[in-house]
């Protein structure tokens, strides 16, 4: 059957607050609004992508150009009670999400079975709560000896159990909210004088939202992530391996096209095997099956990972960072690759743009770095990854080497 492609990108946000009439603040709305389009690249020609406005023709034309299949877009009054045979495909799930898609007339049985009634439990399922306590679990089990961290992280519900020990550790500490994303919702401890405002913003958190992740700063080498789907039945399928950048505070800076080389020289120099991709992920899969998830969830499953160096120096991987339970940018990423030279490299990001700036900046790079194809795949040159209408302030681009 086909999809209909729903982004919104707050559901993190929708499931903390946990009504159906959830609404994000306007500037996300925006952005949600701005990004909607970029679903299409998970989307095939007989999908729908869910927008606010139609995409223009010249983007368009880009990517047909390349040979994307291009699906429908529709507004939220164009679907109206005329998609009760799509399944759903939103970027994330929460109770808002459900209440959203069968206002437009996606009928419940059209659900995952896990997700047809939104249950007490799925909030806190949906929080990095779940992530804290497999890695917990993962670290426990039988795994290569290149995945072990020296740390483990520490769920804190008391605000006195969290002030000792953040006042008596010597390690610098990562602190993390129970529920956002992109690594937001997060602040480090790298400096004595960082504890008092961590320690109030975290405070916040646990009065607000029950408690807070502690976790231990690892000397991090490179950032990637796996990416499966979880299905009916307990199935797990691996997807991929994707690979990204963080800023310095830990928030989603960039996606990056090809594999970075630092993986080939810590293969090279023997620091992991040349396996160790297929070791993480057949270790990952037995531990996601013990789990049972699949009856709280169905859909993606996205694993921040980690190349870290540990206090002996060691070069490790740290295979769950974060489990993101819906869509992610690396799935985006992924699916570009079929439309990438085998020798292109890269990087593209999501940028703010001031009022207006968007379409000129588009324009300009457009003319400045068009594309170069080779045998049929992008070379070089700017990438448009969504289109640049008046009004939009968010856009997504890449710049191909």
């Known amino acids: 059957m086909s999809r209909l492609y729903y982004y919104n990108a707050t559901c993190e946000m929708a499931v903390a607050n946990g009504h159906h009439s959830y609404q994000p603040p306007v500037r996300l709305q925006q952005f949600e609004n701005d990004m909607a389009t970029i679903t299409m690249f998970l989307a095939d020609k007989d999908d729908t992508v869910l927008c606010p406005k139609h995409p223009d023709e010249q983007f368009l ?27 759903p495909e939103p970027w994330g799930y929460s109770r808002a999400a459900i209440f959203n898609l069968e206002r437009l007339g996606i009928e419940k049985q059209n659900f995952p079975a896990s997700l047809q009634n939104w249950l007490p439990e799925h909030r806190s399922f949906f929080s990095r709560e779940t992530s804290a306590r497999f890695e917990t679990g993962f670290q426990k089990s039988e795994i290569p000896s290149f995945c072990t961290t020296d740390s483990l992280p520490i769920i804190f519900t008391d605000n006195n159990q969290l002030e000792e020990y953040t006042n008596n550790t010597k390690q610098q500490l990562v602190i993390k909210s129970l529920w956002s994303s992109s690594g937001r919702g997060v602040v480090m401890i790298r400096k004595p004088e960082h504890i008092k405002p961590a320690l109030i913003w975290a405070k916040g958190k646990i009065r607000h939202e029950g408690a807070v992740i502690v976790e231990e700063l690892m000397g991090k080498l490179a950032d990637f992530s796996f990416q499966f789907r979880l299905l009916p039945g307990n199935e797990v399928n691996y997807l991929g391996v994707n690979y990204f950048a963080t800023d310095g505070s830990g928030k989603f800076d960039k996606e990056l096209i090809g594999t970075p080389a630092i993986f080939s020289q810590l293969i090279n120099d023997n620091h992991l095997p040349a396996d160790w991709e297929e070791q993480c992920v057949e270790t990952l899969i037995r531990e996601i099956k013990q789990m049972n998830w699949h009856h709280l969830y169905e859909g993606i499953l996205g694993f921040d990972a980690m190349i870290i160096r540990n206090k002996k120096g060691e070069i490790k991987v740290r295979c769950c960072v974060e489990i993101n339970f819906r869509h992610n940018m690396g799935m985006i990423n992924m699916a570009l690759k079929e439309f990438l030279h085998p020798d292109a490299r890269g990087e593209w990001r999501i940028e703010q743009f001031e009022t207006g700036s968007w379409p000129a900046f588009y324009d300009t790079m457009m003319q400045k770095h068009p594309l170069i194809i080779e045998k049929g795949k992008m070379r070089s040159g700017f990438m448009p990854l969504t289109p640049a209408l008046d009004g939009m302030i968010y856009g997504v681009w890449g710049m191909i080497e």
């Not at 880009?62 to 299949?69: M, N, Y």
């Not at 164009?78 to 009760?84: D, L, P, S, V």
């Open 61 to 87: 034309s880009f990517w047909k150009r390349l040979g994307k299949q291009i699906p429908q877009f529709r507004t939220a009054t164009e679907i109206t009670g005329q998609c009760t045979v799509l399944i």
